[in-house]
């Protein structure tokens, strides 16, 4: 079989994409809408945010929202500080880029 029909050119591979697997782990981070609104709060607030605080702001309980953001943290979109037993939760320079970017093309036009 003649597989130079349409050979890829691997010089216009974007310069700084990240890895596949980091960018599925992104994705599933973002895929839940709970997740979403949790990172939404949090990059809106710009301060760390305790997870209480969270909580009275989500329609989930407490498991439910540490749970999200143990995922968010995973995907590395949000840092913890811990002070005494309270977790104070603050959304990354990558989340905030990532749901900047994601705001401008779902409300950008599609070309023909």
């Known amino acids: 079989m003649d597989h ?24 599933r981070a973002l895929a839940d809408e709970t997740r979403l609104e949790i990172l939404t709060l949090l990059v809106e607030q710009n301060q760390p945010i305790c997870v209480c605080h969270l909580v009275e702001r989500v329609p989930v309980g407490q498991p439910t929202v540490s749970h ?6 995973q995907a590395g979109l949000v840092t913890v500080e811990r002070r005494g037993t309270w977790a104070y939760y603050q959304a990354t320079p990558l989340a905030r880029l990532l749901l900047e970017r994601l705001s401008e093309a779902i409300h950008r036009p599609v070309m023909a």
């Open 4 to 27: 130079h029909c349409c050979p890829i050119d691997d010089r216009s591979r974007v310069g700084h994409a990240l890895p596949t697997r980091q960018l599925a782990q992104l994705a």
């Open 68 to 73: 999200h953001l143990r995922r968010l943290r």
